[in-house]
């Protein structure tokens, strides 16, 4: 059974740093496709950065520049590092991993005060 767990959020003024982590058991980690989410108050989920199981990258535009994902093969994880955080970077960042289903972590809260 796959299992997602992140962690690495907390309270962060706006321009600083957080670096989340999202440790994967079960199944072939490499064979993944990994995404971050977040999901703010009231509001949709949406989809932050993915990195691929060839290593393709991509974001989206809100975040470009400013966040990097990256995946470490031999720890199994995925990481987002978030730099120049804002207020609106608000939200419950959520990992995705999709191989032969889709799996979901229990989410990490990213607070950024102004």
């Known amino acids: 059974q796959v299992q997602l767990v992140e962690s690495g959020g907390g309270l962060v003024q706006a321009g600083g740093s957080l670096r989340l982590s999202c440790a994967v058991s079960?199944?072939?980690?490499?064979?993944?496709?990994m995404g971050w989410y977040r999901q703010a108050p009231g509001a949709q989920r949406e989809w932050v950065a993915t990195?691929?199981?060839?290593?393709?990258?991509n974001y989206v535009d809100s975040v470009k520049g400013r966040f990097t994902i990256s995946g470490d093969n031999a720890k199994n994880t995925v990481y987002l590092q978030m730099n120049s955080l804002k207020p609106e970077d608000t939200a419950v960042y959520y990992c995705?991993?999709?191989?032969?289903?889709?799996?979901w972590g229990q989410g990490t809260q990213v607070t950024v005060s102004s």
């Open positions: 079960g199944g072939i980690f490499s064979d993944y496709n």
């Open positions: 995705k991993a999709v191989a032969r289903g889709v799996y």
């Open positions: 990195i691929s199981s060839s290593g393709w990258t």
